[in-house]
């Protein structure tokens, strides 16, 4: 047995429930023994087997609920909408299979994950940026009742509204609740790794906003201790860098003067010595003010505590910033790069997942509000989508679907955009420490961040992001209204056929009638002739 152990720590004990569940039900082949022991991520060949073996069982015992639960039905419809119901109560056993293959193929990436992130913390926490893995737990407990309480609603309100008699037989509908809720574990754990990778950028923007308003505090404090010039003009970012940058290299040539005025200063500098007086005690080392008696700078004046290791104590002085700073820039633009390639390898493994996932929404979706038009105008309903006839049934359904397929995008976009606000935190602190060195390594470093591109996509077809909810709404939206335009047409129809024949054989009677009467008229008169 090969294995590979992880490190992860803290983010893998927040996700211990997460893990258990998926092991146990043959979402993650991993090995759940290593995990419960040591806390690690094991590959395990019994896993794998097990993950098999469950895929079959579950796939066997859905097909003989949805066979119980539809009876002898199958054939009491058009075969067009048998064949689209097939198709949609189907794909949940068959998303199921996909979810948990690719588990079994993926789990050396995720367990790559998993240590590329306790690297990533281990760095984080060195320079002071502290993590919270505590809300990756509180987001999957609320993702999981989430999921525990839909399941419930549907799978039980289904039950005793269509089946008659509680038998062994009839329990076996609740066998079509695991298919469902794996493929939504499934994406509770991509939900999970998406959002601890947008934490941690979360995490370095808010170090360095933390920085940046604490600077600006000090110096807002510093200004107000000094007499403010009335001729002085606001300057943008760009204006005040290009002053800075101008006026400190005047600055530096004023200090460092050509060689011959440096000979010419020297020779005509002249250095006062004030002559020794007696009484005076001289001591080893040099005198220092005590500058915390005069204007003190604590923590209770709501500097935050990251930037006090750049801050002086005395109001007066300018801020130590130093290659302290330096360091810190730079080890952040390598870790934005380090979790832009963890979020890739994530893409990776639930691509094909995720575009299974929006197809079957999409589909779904559509055809369950199609049907429940149909039930609210008093049509008949398919019996594969009889759930439709109950409003609040159909409505949860609709709503349970639509939110595996919105909150991954949503999660995937704020990751996505957090990631570019990397950038915008880097120049704004460099605009609050306004010195020109700051500038060119802000500059030198926002080159790099433009190439650190993440992206969210199911398998190159479309972006996970708002554009693609928005699209998918407007196409549930124009196939809905398509479809009802096509009912109406059909009933349009068929009410015309109707009239028509109605029409025809009122006519006929009509015409035989007319008929009949002439021929007893006919008949009259040739006898009294």
């Known amino acids: 047995m090969s294995g590979v152990s992880n490190g992860g720590g803290g983010m893998l004990e927040a996700l211990r429930g997460l893990f258990y569940v998926s092991a146990i039900f043959g979402v993650i082949p991993l090995s759940l023994r ?15 087997v097990w993950v098999v073996c469950n895929i079959i069982v579950y796939a066997a015992l859905y097909h003989v609920a949805t066979t119980n639960y539809i009876k002898d039905d199958w054939g009491s419809q058009k075969t067009l909408t048998n064949a689209i119901g097939i198709f949609i109560i189907y794909m949940e056993p068959l998303m199921m299979g996909i979810d948990m293959i690719f ?12 240590e590329r992130l306790h690297r990533v913390d281990t760095k984080l926490a060195g320079e002071g940026i502290p993590l919270n893995n505590q809300q990756l737990k509180r987001i999957t407990v609320l993702l999981g009742l989430l999921v525990l309480l839909f399941e419930m609603v549907i799978t039980v309100y289904s039950f005793v509204e269509f089946e008659q008699d509680f038998t062994f037989s009839s329990s076996i509908w609740f066998i079509t609740t695991i298919p469902t809720a794996l493929n939504s574990v499934c994406r509770i754990w991509f939900i999970i790794l998406v959002h601890a990778i947008r934490q941690r950028f979360n995490a370095m923007n808010g170090h360095m906003n933390e920085i940046a308003q604490g600077l600006q505090e000090f110096k807002d404090q510093q200004q107000g201790h000094q007499e403010s010039d009335p001729y002085e003009v606001p300057l943008d970012y760009l204006e005040r860098e290009i002053f800075t940058v101008y006026t ?3 600055a530096q040539f004023a200090v460092t003067p050509p060689k011959k005025q440096k000979q010419k200063q020297a020779s005509a500098k002249i250095i006062q ?9 001289l001591s080893s080392t040099p005198l220092r003010r005590n500058s915390n008696a005069i204007y003190p700078i604590s923590k209770a004046d709501g500097i935050g505590a990251a930037a006090q290791q750049f801050l002086p104590t005395d109001i007066r ?8 700073m330096d360091n810190k820039l730079i080890l952040i633009c390598r870790t934005h790069d380090e979790l832009c390639e963890i979020g890739k390898i994530v893409n990776r493994m639930y691509s094909v997942q995720m575009l299974v996932a929006m197809a079957h929404g999409f589909v779904a979706i559509t055809a369950q509000l199609y049907f429940l038009y149909c039930g609210l105008t008093g049509q008949e309903v398919p019996i594969l989508f009889r759930s439709a006839q109950i409003v609040l049934l159909s409505l949860t359904y609709v709503c349970y679907t639509a939110l595996k397929c919105v909150v991954p995008i949503f999660v995937c976009w704020k990751t996505k955009t957090d990631s570019r606000r990397t950038g915008i935190e880097m120049h704004y602190l460099a605009n609050v420490i306004d010195e020109s060195h700051y500038y060119e390594v802000v500059n030198h470093l926002s080159l790099k961040l433009l190439n650190h591109h993440l992206n969210f996509s199911a398998c190159g077809f479309f972006d996970l992001d708002m554009t693609t909810l928005y699209a998918i709404t407007g196409a549930v939206t124009s196939y809905l209204i398509i479809l009802i335009q096509f009912n109406l047409a059909a009933i349009q129809k068929s009410t015309g056929n109707a009239t028509l024949t109605t029409n025809a054989s009122t ?23």
Do not use: H, W
Not at 34 to 48: E, P, T
Not at 103 to 114: P, W
Not at 317 to 324: A, G, N, S, V
């Open 273 to 281: 010595v004030k002559p020794y007086e007696a009484g005076t005690k």
């Open 103 to 114: 588990g079994m193929i993926n789990q050396r990436r995720l367990i790559e994950c998993f």
């Open 317 to 324: 002085q300018r801020p130590k910033i130093d290659q302290r």
């Open 248 to 250: 400190q290299r005047k």
């Open 507 to 529: 006519s006929t009677t009509a015409l035989a009638l007319i008929d009949g009467v002439s021929t007893a008229l006919t008949t009259y008169s040739s006898r009294n002739l």
């Open 34 to 48: 290593m995990f419960f022991k040591r806390r690690v991520l094991q590959l395990s060949i019994s896993g794998n």
